[in-house]
């Protein structure tokens, strides 16, 4: 026998006491839980109606850093030349008539004045005004009206709900929609709520539906539900209060459902399955709440923490796009894990038995004229398919793990190619009538809708050192060193307003892709005698990458770094917390990949109801990676936890993968199906963004609890062998000291390694092991 495994075989288990800290904490739920139980309903109704109205305070925009030139020089052109950004497009649509008809021409006239006479709207400008060929299509029939309304973008959002009764429908001889960036932008908000509202329509009873078919009972059923939308109602009080001072997306409401519902059930499962199977053994339900909270409750702690490093990470990025998801993303991870351990454990002391209450499957059992089942969740029989998979996985343990990796890595192949850009209105459903306005430009009008490269010249004394101002020979020049770079079409302007200026760069190409992009670098290169900032959409997406780019190190550091200690604090290994992050990483490969082939590559796109863009936006691989990552995690530390729990009891390393395989595989397979459901249920949604996250989470979910947890856990953990525990010495001692634990470890004597370990059964609430 090697030393390590001598080691292993003849290490009698270290006792350890009740944590103060935790052993207050269940006297404290035990003690009271009628007091917990109202003290949360108070808390609960007063988080209704502080979380009231928040979708009307979030944002529908976020995507770009706000440091960054580009944000600049758009800040700077509509304070100086509020003309040159129309965000609002009126299409005039003549029918069969020609825009040049006089009747039509007058019609056109006069909405555009009515439009200039608007409160907060400027720069008002039409064909009719100036017959620019840009803003009349090429069969004469359509026409654009273009304006700038003014305010932030939750003010412009309200002015263009005013403007959209004034303006939209019929006048006279022509018929007017509504477009522009912040029509999208409002159409995007209103179209994501009721999108939320439908899916948690879908997610909740088949949830329910779910939760009754693993648990049997319907008491037992209600109580992850009810804990998961405590956690969504408080998180939305939280989100109302950081809106009074950050900008908060629309997108993390969808977060705050699926995480709120998902996560609480997941602990919820793990808590109400502990408690029965205490409440199995014989257990005093007192007693069965304070092991349950011991053990369970600790581990749930554990992966709360765990979650939230993984969506806390999203803080190093600049765009409030994804600072929004970790603000929702640590509320509802917290309070998802304080509604487990507070309101669960008081409502598991009133219930104490009647958990099982109404429990359908026994009654379906006595209709079809079978033994009712006793309510034994303990029982190792019941689990035994996990039993015979964990034996078939160690037994080809090389096989199944050269298997499982090469799959997963075949299929992220296709994320090789990913191509990132910007949202537009094809987020939105081909009938949005913004997006509807975009595509008509797009097709019928000369020109790009996306425009081109924008150029800010500050001319300013504090802007150029040697005195301020440009002559007209400065500006000139400068335009034709920008006109000789090989990708430019053309360059229009300098338009002048004291000591600024612009210029538009039309690009060869697409205004967007990846010559525009370099074209942006160019043009930055070049000298000039003033102080030129560039941007456009091009610009932006250039400027949001190199944001994405700088922050990348420090967010993946963070998240690895604090994953390891976590780790090595619950199982005091050096190797298992390794093989946890490379595991974790591996299992978002079919997500990445599957993201890329159906959404950049436009596949399965009637079918799941999208118009393709030919890329990815920007932000949304960070966010999938982040939250994938840290519900990876989750259903890791369930699995490892109760690894480790009978390999301290037992110190046999097999024994204790199988029985950690048996105890939580079907229960982790149940929390990946349920949060799959309520992943697809917000892949339901009509905006490409969110349907994107909805249903790439649910194949990570999938994929991470079915075939890495399933599979590669312990194909790789029988390959490492007893030296998975390993640890040097001086962290031996500190994980003793400062290390956690999956509840006391009893005295009775181990399994020696390799002795009998295929036929032993463990009884986890006893603490013996029967062979």
Same mark, same amino acid.
């Given at each position: 026998m090697s030393e390590v495994n001598r080691s292993s075989a003849t290490r009698s288990p270290r006792p350890e006491p009740e944590k103060p800290a935790l052993g207050r904490w269940t006297r404290l739920v035990t003690a009271r839980p009628r007091l917990a139980l109202l003290a949360a309903l108070v808390v609960t109704v007063l988080a209704v109606f502080a979380g009231s109205g928040v979708a009307d305070r979030m944002g529908s925009g976020g995507w770009e850093d706000p440091g960054a030139e580009s944000t600049y020089a758009t800040e700077a052109l509509e304070r100086e030349f509020p003309d040159s950004q129309p965000n609002l497009l009126l299409l005039v649509d003549a029918g069969r008539q020609s825009v040049d008809s006089e009747a039509v021409a007058a019609a056109g006239r006069q909405l555009t004045e009515r439009l200039a006479a608007q409160d907060d709207v400027t720069g008002v400008g039409s064909y009719w005004q100036s017959p620019s060929p840009a803003l009349r299509s090429e069969d004469g029939h359509e026409a654009l009206i273009v304006a700038r309304i003014l305010g932030d973008e939750k003010a412009a959002a309200q002015t263009m709900e005013r403007l959209g009764g004034t303006f939209r429908g019929e006048h006279g001889p022509v018929e007017v929609s509504i477009g522009g960036p912040v029509a999208v932008g409002h159409e995007m908000t209103t179209t994501i709520q009721d999108d939320l509202v439908r899916a948690e329509l879908i997610a909740l009873p088949i949830t329910l539906l779910l939760l009754i078919l693993v648990f049997g009972s319907v008491i037992a059923a209600l109580l992850p539900l009810g804990v998961g939308i405590v956690a969504i109602l408080g998180t939305n009080a939280v989100l109302r209060g950081i809106t009074?001072?950050?900008?908060?997306?629309?997108?993390?409401?969808?977060?705050?459902?699926?995480?709120?519902?998902?996560?609480?059930?997941?602990?919820?499962?793990? =808590?109400? /399955?502990?408690? &029965?199977?205490?409440?199995?053994?014989?257990?005093e339900v007192k007693d069965a709440v304070g092991t349950t909270l011991r053990t369970a409750g600790r581990t749930v702690l554990f992966s709360a923490l765990t979650v939230a490093v993984s969506l806390a990470a999203m803080l190093v990025f600049p765009q409030y796009f994804l600072r929004s998801f970790a603000y929702a993303g640590i509320a509802v991870v917290a309070l998802a894990a304080v509604a487990a351990l507070v309101l669960l454990p008081a409502a598991l002391?009133?219930?104490? *038995?009647? =958990?099982? @209450?109404?429990?359908? &499957?026994?009654?379906?059992?006595?209709?079809?004229?079978?033994?009712?089942?006793?309510?034994?969740?303990?029982? %190792?029989?019941? &689990?035994?398919?996990?039993? /015979?998979?964990?034996?078939?996985?160690? &037994?080809?343990?090389?096989?199944?793990?050269?298997?499982?990796?090469?799959?997963?890595?075949?299929?992220?192949?296709?994320?090789?190619?990913?191509?990132? #850009?910007?949202?537009?209105?094809?987020?939105?459903? @081909?009938?949005?009538?913004? *997006?509807?306005?975009?595509? *008509? =430009? /797009?097709? #019928?009008? %000369?020109?790009?809708? +996306? #425009?081109?490269?924008? !150029?800010?010249? +500050?001319?300013?004394?504090?802007?150029?050192?040697?005195?301020?101002?440009?002559?007209?020979?400065?500006?000139?020049?400068?335009?034709?060193?920008?006109?000789?770079?090989?990708?430019?079409? /053309?360059?229009?302007?300098? !338009?002048? @307003?004291?000591?600024?200026?612009?210029?538009?760069?039309?690009?060869?190409?697409?205004?967007?892709?990846?010559?525009?992009?370099?074209?942006? *670098?160019? !043009?930055?290169? !070049?000298?000039?005698?003033?102080?030129?900032?560039?941007?456009?959409?091009?610009?932006?997406?250039?400027?949001?990458?190199?944001? =994405?780019?700088?922050?990348?190190?420090?967010?993946?550091?963070?998240?690895?770094?604090?994953?390891?200690?976590l780790v090595f604090l619950l199982t005091g290994s050096v190797l298992i917390p390794l093989q946890a992050v490379l595991l974790n990483g591996l299992s978002l490969t079919a997500m990445f990949g599957a993201v890329v082939w159906v959404f950049q590559d436009g596949n399965l796109s009637g079918l799941l109801g999208f118009t393709p863009t030919g890329d990815i936006e920007t932000n949304l691989p960070v966010l999938m990676f982040c939250v994938a990552f840290g519900l990876s995690m989750d259903y890791g530390v369930f699995l490892l936890s109760r690894i480790k729990e009978e390999y301290d009891r037992t110190q046999d390393h097999e024994h204790a993968i199988r029985f950690g395989l048996q105890r939580t595989g079907g229960l982790i397979t149940a929390a990946a199906l349920i949060l799959a459901v309520v992943m697809i249920a917000i892949g339901t949604s009509r905006v490409t963004s969110t349907k994107m996250l909805g249903l790439g989470l649910a194949v990570a979910v999938l994929m991470d609890a079915m075939v890495v947890r399933g599979l590669l856990v312990p194909a790789v953990m029988k390959l490492t062998g007893a030296r998975t525990w390993w640890a040097p010495a001086p962290l031996r001692r500190f994980h003793e000291r400062f290390g956690l634990s999956e509840g006391e470890i009893p005295t009775t004597p181990p399994v020696e390694a390799g002795t009998g370990a295929a036929e032993a059964t463990a009884d986890p609430a006893r603490g013996t092991v029967r062979t």
């Open positions: 009074e001072f950050a900008d908060v997306s629309v997108f993390a409401q969808n977060l705050t459902t699926a995480l709120g519902l998902g996560l609480a059930i997941d602990y919820a499962l793990f =808590i109400v /399955r502990r408690f &029965r199977e205490e409440l199995a053994t014989g257990a002391m009133l219930l104490g *038995h009647r =958990i099982n @209450s109404l429990d359908l &499957r026994a009654a379906f059992m006595r209709r079809r004229g079978r033994a009712e089942r006793p309510a034994d969740e303990a029982s %190792p029989v019941a &689990r035994g398919g996990w039993t /015979r998979l964990a034996v078939l996985v160690m &037994r080809r343990a090389p096989l199944f793990a050269f298997t499982t990796v090469s799959a997963l890595v075949l299929l992220g192949l296709p994320f090789l190619g990913v191509k990132f #850009g910007t949202p537009d209105d094809r987020q939105l459903p @081909s009938s949005a009538e913004s *997006h509807v306005v975009q595509q *008509h =430009i /797009r097709d #019928g009008f %000369p020109g790009s809708p +996306d #425009g081109g490269i924008e !150029i800010y010249a +500050d001319a300013s004394a504090s802007a150029v050192p040697t005195g301020g101002g440009a002559s007209a020979e400065q500006y000139a020049a400068y335009r034709d060193r920008v006109a000789a770079l090989p990708g430019v079409l /053309r360059v229009d302007g300098p !338009i002048t @307003s004291g000591s600024a200026a612009y210029f538009t760069v039309q690009p060869k190409g697409e205004a967007v892709g990846e010559g525009a992009q370099s074209l942006v *670098h160019e !043009i930055r290169d !070049i000298p000039a005698p003033f102080e030129a900032s560039v941007t456009g959409r091009a610009a932006v997406l250039e400027d949001s990458k190199a944001a =994405i780019a700088g922050g990348l190190p420090l967010a993946l550091g963070f998240i690895v770094v604090v994953t390891l200690l």
